[in-house]
């Protein structure tokens, strides 16, 4: 099942919203995907329920939910870290295995009359776990399976799999539940992760070779924060989302007391709003191939952002059912075209060594927006009403769309991430080995006063990049003697950190460093120092205190 994703069997000219399904890794993996996700919200409805019956305690009840997601929450960094370390096949192979193990002990349980309200909650928090660690690797490998033309598409099939299973799963729960009992929706739960295992265990993707040590786990996860931290576009869509799932967090939390409460009506009610919410996040899936080509990435954030806002406004007027499914309609569809969207603008604003990490942290920001959205919004319609609530969620979603103006969600389709592989690790004359440092290196430059203003700028975000990628203590410093001449200066703790900051260079941070080279003035190029610190008190390592220059390279 060896697949590259440059080579479907029937290439689409131009990206649509079903085209990534003409890629049969992706196509297979999505399917099997979707019937586990189903399986999920099966068991979800199954374990509230046998809940109710073994606990009675309505907050016995909410815990269940909690179970499940907080993991995501505190997990998604961990998961990202290993997704890029290791083999993402391996990681989900891994995880489905173990969600596979835990369900059928939970269903051996429930079945033998084992099971108690405390080791109910350790089971789906468990399966919470097993899904933390699940979802990096799987949205990171889209990337694998298909092109980046195809990227968009791909995910919002994803989110529109997994808003079919929630639109036909908590119904299907039910009535299983109600014919054969919660440990029957276990064990359907337990089935529904054979099909993806099977397709896992079958995939052979095409991996570049890697000719670095894995990172520690500690070192992988402060790796990706910094990525994150000194990324601009990254830090926009981190927050734009926090701030999307507070406002959003409303509608999916309040549905249960809006079919109570607003429209009178039972179970029925509540899953027939389910079932509008999810397939009207599925008809914004089939838009987004569209939508992409007439609309700019911040253009569909914020006119989805809108929708949702007055769909929930409409919710919270309405008292009647058909005008509630409509609104609940259009707000799955402005649901799923943001976050959607998030994803993308995440994945394409992050090259693939750390693309795992970045979309763990902005899975980390949606869910915390949305958690605590969820909470702020209950409260609202506890101490207040139901219909403030949603119109509070409102104002706040149309000030979220408002915040486009100031922190715009840039185009990323165009940015080539790729690793640009020019650089070969320098020979040395001082022995060095991987753990060797700190190491400090100098770039000297020689810059008339004319292009002076350039230059600095040029270095700004030299300096960016380098932290990004992994230097420390940056400097830039001008000769007093010869001001022409500005060196740069960084460190790193060891010469394997040095040779993976260089090797992390994409080609379009390239052009920085090409920028730089036009304005230097000097016979040759810049001048390279590569030097490792030693302290004065040892003489024994008097020998190695002489720098290593390669004045034909810059780094």
């Known amino acids: 099942m060896t697949q590259s994703p440059t080579d479907p069997v029937h290439a689409p000219q131009q990206p649509s919203s079903l085209s990534p399904l003409r890629y049969p890794v992706f196509r297979k993996v999505w399917t099997a995907s979707t019937l586990s996700n189903l399986g999920a919200l099966i068991q979800s409805v199954g374990a509230a329920w046998l809940m109710i019956s073994i606990a009675q305690s309505a907050d016995m009840v909410a815990l269940v939910q909690a179970s ?15 997704a890029d370390n290791f083999d993402r096949r391996k990681v989900m192979l891994g995880a489905q295995i173990f969600l596979f193990v835990v369900s059928v002990a939970l269903t051996v349980c429930a079945w033998t009359g084992l099971i108690t309200p405390w080791l109910l909650l350790m089971f789906t928090f468990a399966i919470g776990c097993g899904a933390a660690f699940n979802a990096p690797a799987w949205q990171a490998s889209v990337g694998d399976m298909v092109p980046r033309a195809e990227l968009p598409g791909a995910v919002a099939l994803n989110s529109m799999g997994f808003n079919i299973a929630r639109s036909v799963g908590p119904a299907i729960g039910g009535l299983i539940v109600a014919a054969a009992g919660a440990a029957t929706a276990f064990a359907v739960n337990a089935l529904s992760y054979i099909a993806l295992i099977v397709v896992l265990w079958r995939w052979r993707p095409v991996r570049d070779t890697q000719s670095l040590p894995r990172e520690t786990l500690g070192i992988a996860i402060a790796a990706g924060v910094r990525y994150v931290a000194m990324s601009p576009a990254i830090r926009t869509v981190l927050f734009r989302s926090a701030v999307f799932g507070i406002a959003a967090g409303a509608v999916v939390a309040l549905m249960p007391v809006v079919a109570k409460e607003l429209l009178g009506g039972g179970p029925l009610t509540y899953g027939l709003l389910l079932g509008a919410f999810g397939l009207g996040a599925v008809a914004g899936a089939l838009g987004n191939a569209r939508l992409r080509k007439v609309m700019s990435t911040e253009s569909i954030v914020r006119w989805a952002s809108v929708g949702l806002a007055l769909a929930t406004a409409i919710v919270g007027w309405s008292n009647h059912v058909l005008a509630t499914v409509a609104g609940l309609f259009v707000a799955g569809a402005g649901w799923l075209l943001a976050l959607a969207t998030f994803n993308v603008a995440v994945q394409m604003s992050a090259p693939r060594w750390v693309v795992a990490r970045a979309l763990s942290l902005y899975q980390m920001a949606a869910f915390s927006g949305l958690a605590a959205g969820s909470w702020l919004w209950g409260e609202v ?29 840039e185009q990323t389709e165009e940015l080539n991430l790729d690793p640009l592989r020019s650089w070969k690790e320098p020979s040395t004359v001082v022995p060095v080995q991987p753990r060797t440092g700190p190491v400090v290196i100098t770039i000297e430059y020689l810059i008339d006063e004319a292009d002076l203003m350039e230059f600095l700028s040029a270095m700004s975000e030299r300096r960016r990049i380098r932290r990004r990628d992994g230097a420390r203590n940056w400097r830039l410093l001008r000769d007093l003697a010869n001001p022409r001449i500005w060196v740069e200066r960084y460190e790193t ?10 090797s992390r260079i994409t080609y379009h941070d390239a052009v920085i460093p090409q920028r730089i080279r036009a304005l230097h003035r000097g016979p040759d190029t810049p001048r390279v120092r590569r030097m490792i610190e030693r302290p004065t008190s040892s003489p024994a390592l008097q020998p190695t205190s002489e720098p290593a220059i390669d004045p034909t390279r810059m780094t």
């Not at 499940?68 to 290993?82: C, E, I, N, Y």
């Not at 010469?495 to 993976?500: E, I, P, S």
Request: proline share 4%; charged share 5%; hydrophobic share 60%.
């Open 381 to 409: 319609a506890t101490g207040v009403s139901v219909s403030a609530a949603l119109l509070g969620a409102s104002i706040v979603m149309l000030a979220g769309s408002a915040l486009g103006r100031w922190l715009r969600i």
């Open 493 to 502: 703790p060891t010469w394997l950190d040095y040779v993976r900051h260089n």
């Open 68 to 82: 499940l997601t907080l993991p995501v929450v505190l997990l998604s960094l961990v998961a990202g870290a290993m």
